[in-house]
């Protein structure tokens, strides 16, 4: 193992064996690099085999890159070692000792898909209405529950009165259920983790005996039952070494629970905790400004990176009328970057709102600027999207048979898959298109009453449709048919966590078709741009949504949308404790320390949004920036918006009160 490669913090961190230790690894710090070391040199210097080491990742990935890069530091050394996920780890200790807790060793896990179908078999035996209860709705309160180590039965009072004091109900059948089955969700992985070690010491101790050394990587992001098991299995040794950055907590939402590594010190008194604070990523002036950012929040432990590359540029910031234009100027320099020999793929722009990327996305597929959307799907490809275009199709072209089959039951309007089977033989057997089999089979008397009635009410819709569409523009055409069709009413009443940002792609979409002149322009701009395919090659430039950005690293970096109503994000805002608004900042230090050589900021006067102009303006988080690390002060370039607005949008705009006043 070679020392020489580590500093002396880092060095520190992997030689300490003297109990608890806290690595308070910043942005670009070697977190990795000090993890790997460190199990390398507790094997080689102290003599202890493998198979007393617990390794706890949060990705299969990250595993598999960590046991790769000890194997390279200790050949031949690592067998026997526990690594993985929290998940897998745990299932390794069920599957030897579940007998006992209500789950033989043989049992299966079930995945997202059959949790909810036995939801809903669940709700349907309970006779609940669908409407009101839905498996969506219900699964966040189980999945809590387990994430903070509770059975039904340990449900506090003061919660069960959720969904109208049902919510427990459900949870005591739904674990009978899946214990019928002798089958196991996610969450039951540690529950009975924890269930086991409660019910059997012997178990408990036989692991607390074997692991003299228990590694944690992105503890920041553990939640209260991974936490509690972590405690348990280093109970004896106290050898925990736990690695994470509570600047780069992001994921409160889904159950990460920051108190663990806030409070770290607190349920270890004796606990050293070492800082990493030499950055080998960015440039200085990128890490004071994002430095800047963090030092407004008030639950954090504090740290101070220093850069290994110099000060570099100062940060771009950059205020635009509309978002348009900021698209427009972010296309012009990813162009102007090329040319200068900077690869698309060494450039990403990193959003807090998916929304955010349909202008941007219009904007690369017009100036034929490879890009490639990672950690989800182009705005085009979206379910919701899709589904929105089919509806225009439809209404565009009544014999486009795959825009009918997409619609027809989106949201459902009671015609189920026979209905639609027998539709599509009819047409296929007399050449017809969906739309005429139907109007055939209803003036014969082919359907059942209720199907027809279906089927009629939709024909009538669709035909309304067509006549809006002579005398509507797009955006307000779509606007009518998503709400008569019921698609906004379906997604404002669904709770699936995605359900606001599908309202918001949906809004985006009305913007999006408000820059063209007619539906038929529009559907075949759409057309093209899913047909452009060389988003997929490796030389693309990224678009992502800043939590999908962690853990990865770009030499040049755009971060569009810092305005109010979107970056923070509104709810944050609207909270009186002021722990979402913290994270909405911490959100914001993660994307500004993905850069590595230029960052630049953007925000917009206007945006369109929901299918009408919003007035937005500069986040609060671009005043917290210092402005030494700024090309431009945040106070000059509103100065050049108000500038612009008088002389050149005033009159067009007819508005009666000033930008200064807005911004």
């Not at 994002?290 to 910031?317: C, F, P, S």
């Not at 009629?456 to 797009?474: C, K, M, P, T, Y």
């Not at 945006?607 to 986040?619: A, L």
């Not at 030494?628 to 509103?638: D, G, S």
Request: with cysteine; charged share 25%.
């Amino acid at each position: 193992m070679d020392k020489a490669k580590l500093n002396v913090a880092q060095q520190q961190a992997v030689s300490h064996l003297g109990g608890p230790l806290l690595v308070l690894a910043g942005a670009g710090t070697g977190k990795t690099r000090v993890l790997t070391h460190r199990v390398a040199r507790i094997i080689q210097d102290t003599c202890t085999p493998a198979y007393r080491m617990l390794c706890v990742t949060f990705t299969n990935k990250a595993a598999q890159e960590m046991r790769e890069r000890i194997e390279e530091l200790v050949p031949g050394q690592t067998e026997g070692l526990w690594l993985g996920t929290f998940h897998s780890l745990a299932v390794r200790i069920l599957r030897k000792h579940a007998v006992g807790i209500g789950v033989e060793q043989d049992f299966l896990i079930v995945d997202s898909d059959d949790q909810h179908r036995l939801l809903r078999q669940i709700l349907q035996e309970m006779r609940l209405n669908p409407k009101e209860i839905r498996p969506g709705k219900v699964m966040p309160y189980l999945q809590g529950w387990k994430d903070r180590a509770l059975e039904p039965d340990r449900v506090p009072e003061a919660e069960r009165n959720a969904l109208d004091g049902l919510a427990v109900d459900i949870y005591e059948r739904y674990q009978k259920r899946l214990l019928s089955l002798n089958a196991c969700d996610f969450g039951d992985l540690l529950l009975y983790n924890i269930k086991l070690f409660a019910h059997n010491s012997e178990v408990l101790q036989y692991y607390q005996e074997r692991f003299r050394y228990i590694l944690v990587d992105e503890y920041q992001d553990t939640n209260m039952i991974q936490n509690l098991w972590l405690s348990l299995l280093a109970h004896q040794h106290r050898q925990l070494c736990c690695v994470g950055d509570d600047d780069q907590s992001i994921y409160g939402w889904r159950g990460a629970e920051i108190r663990n590594i806030l409070e770290f010190q607190q349920r270890f008194s004796e606990a050293t905790v070492i800082r990493l604070e030499e950055n080998y990523r960015s440039t200085q002036n990128i890490l004071d400004a994002a430095a800047g950012v963090i030092a407004h929040n008030r639950d954090r432990l504090g740290k101070r990176l220093q850069a290994t590359r110099g000060a570099g540029e100062l940060i771009g910031l950059i205020g635009f009328w509309d978002s348009r234009a900021e698209a427009m100027a972010i296309a012009d320099e990813v162009v102007k970057r090329h040319f200068q020999g900077v690869g698309y793929n060494q450039q990403a722009i990193l959003i807090r709102a998916g929304h955010v990327s349909q202008m941007l996305e219009t904007t690369f597929a017009q100036a034929r600027i490879p890009y490639r959307i990672y950690g989800g799907l182009r705005f085009y490809e979206r379910e919701e999207i899709r589904d929105a275009v089919a509806y225009l199709r439809l209404i565009q072209r009544p014999d486009d048979d795959l825009a009918f089959d997409r619609i027809i039951n989106k949201p459902a309007r009671g015609i189920g898959n026979t209905s639609q089977d027998k539709v599509r033989q009819y047409a296929a057997s007399q050449d017809f298109s969906r739309i005429a089999a139907v109007r055939a089979m209803l003036d014969a008397g082919m359907l059942t009453e209720r199907v027809a009635g279906a089927f009629g009410s939709f024909l009538e819709q669709h035909a309304h449709w067509q006549e809006r569409n002579e005398v509507l523009s797009g955006a307000d055409l779509l606007h009518e048919v998503l709400g008569d069709a019921g698609v906004f009413t379906f997604w404002r009443a669904s709770s699936k966590i995605q359900a606001e940002t599908k309202l918001e792609n949906l809004g985006e979409l009305e913007s999006a078709i408000a820059e063209f002149t007619s539906l038929e322009a529009f559907l075949e701009h759409v057309a093209l741009v899913m047909d452009d395919d060389r988003s997929d090659g490796a030389e693309s430039v990224t678009i992502t949504t800043i939590h999908a950005a962690k853990g990865h690293e770009f030499d040049y970096v755009f971060l569009p949308a810092w305005e109010e109503g979107i970056f923070p994000n509104p709810r944050s805002v609207d909270e009186d404790d002021g722990k979402s608004l913290e994270e909405e900042r911490r959100l914001a230090y993660v994307a500004m320390t993905r850069a590595k050589q230029r960052l630049d900021i953007s925000f917009a006067r206007e945006r369109f949004m929901h299918g009408q102009i919003k007035d937005t303006g500069p986040s609060r988080f671009l005043r917290e920036i210092p402005t030494e690390c700024l090309e431009t002060p945040l106070a000059e370039i509103i100065e050049r918006i108000v500038y612009s607005w008088s002389h050149e949008r005033a009159p067009a705009a007819k508005r009666s009160d000033s930008p200064s006043q807005r911004l």
